[in-house]
């Protein structure tokens, strides 16, 4: 999965009082396009050292580290070079090569969107002010503290023996399927939200549920918690016309399209296709 970079480091060790050195990583975004820098046909990310002006007091915000380099998300505008650099969409990271840069521009496209929502206090209206002894932003007023936001979503691979139930989004181009997911409402346990969620999308009561892993899926601002339950296939699909505008279930070696191993959904559609995924033959 994408987070899995070894042999490359992460640490998200919050210093709220570091500054920008010439070899710190450089993230600034263009709306959802991160400025890259070009390595021949690869893309690498830019630093310190790449902008002659940015100094102490350009606006900056120390994200994490990333191979025991610090990783800064810069606000000021900056001069670009565009033979050497260039914006681009932060979807890029579903097909570039290198896992650690994917990972990092991801992370910090959550951190940044979550720092802009909170400029100021949903309380009072008073503009926020970083904390430095840990990552999250304070109001001055009224002293409410807000930390980064992240949304509990389950995903689950429902079986029954060798055929698996997935579903097409009414978002998803083609003929691409996935595994039934959705966040967690107020009040529910995971897998409550797990038997509604399948009951609301496709229509089916589900039964042995068991966790198969979780996955941080910074790109929605999510955690995504992996489950595998079994289902009675003779059961009727009925599927919601809102979300879904398709589902079906399919047996190994007969898979439509699904998304990559950088993805739970991708990882446990590849180990059900192997006959690996763990509780059910």
Known sequence: MIQEIFPHQFDNLYLGDATIDDEDFVLHFQDNALLMRLNGDGLELPKGKDFPEILKQTAHTFLFRLNDHACFLVWDELFVDHSKMIYKEINFFRLIDQQEIAWASLVSFHLRNWYIQHQYCGKCGTKTQHKLNERALECPECHTVVYPK??????????????????????????????????????????EALEREVWEE????????????SQPWPFSGSMMIG???????????????????????????????????????????????????????
């Open 150 to 191: 992240i949304s509990p979503a389950i995903i689950v691979a429902i079986v029954s023996n060798d055929k698996i139930l997935l579903a097409r989004n009414t978002r998803f181009p083609g003929a691409w399927f996935s595994l039934v997911a959705g966040y967690v409402d107020v009040g529910e346990t995971l897998e």
């Open 227 to 281: 489950f595998v339950a079994e289902a009675d296939e003779t059961q009727p699909i009925v599927i919601d016309d809102h979300e879904i505008a398709e589902a079906a279930w399919f047996k190994r070696g007969n898979l439509p399209q699904h998304p990559s191993t950088i993805s739970i959904a991708g990882e446990m559609i590849e180990k059900f296709e192997k006959g690996e995924l763990p509780f059910f033959a």
């Open 202 to 213: 496709v229509g089916v009561t589900v039964k042995n549920i068991r966790y198969y892993k």
